[in-house]
């Protein structure tokens, strides 16, 4: 079994291994930068599983920021039929680029 942990970013949970690369939600850090993620949630070295309550203490995922880019347009349409009432609303999302360094 591989070595992995799981990290809570922005209000969401990720299963990361080693040199995976994944799309979190802004973290305000620049392309290139290295950053340590404190709040990790579960960690196993390929044998035994730490599960934390609700983290598990003293561990870090040392990650680098690939690049900070915006997400593909969500569009949110709402009609009222025979009403004449019709909302267009889109949104990007701020996201960032991290590859996992290390654990």
Do not use: C, N, P
């Given at each position: 079994m591989e070595?992995?942990?799981?990290?809570?970013?922005?209000?969401?949970q990720y299963l990361v291994q080693k040199g995976s690369v994944l799309d979190i939600e802004l973290i305000g850090a620049k392309?290139?930068?290295k950053v340590t993620l404190?709040?990790?949630?579960?960690?196993?070295?390929?044998?035994?599983?730490?599960?934390?309550?609700p983290a598990v203490d003293?561990?870090?995922?040392?990650v680098s920021v690939v690049k900070n880019f915006r997400g593909k347009k969500i569009v949110a349409f709402k009609k009222k039929?025979?009403?004449?009432y019709k909302r267009k609303v889109g949104h990007r999302q701020e996201l960032t680029?991290?590859?996992v360094e290390s654990f």
């Open positions: 070595a992995y942990a799981v990290i809570e970013t922005g209000g969401k392309d290139g930068d404190s709040k990790v949630l579960a960690i196993s070295d390929g044998q035994e599983l730490k599960i934390g309550t003293g561990a870090e995922v040392k039929r025979r009403k004449g680029r991290i590859k």
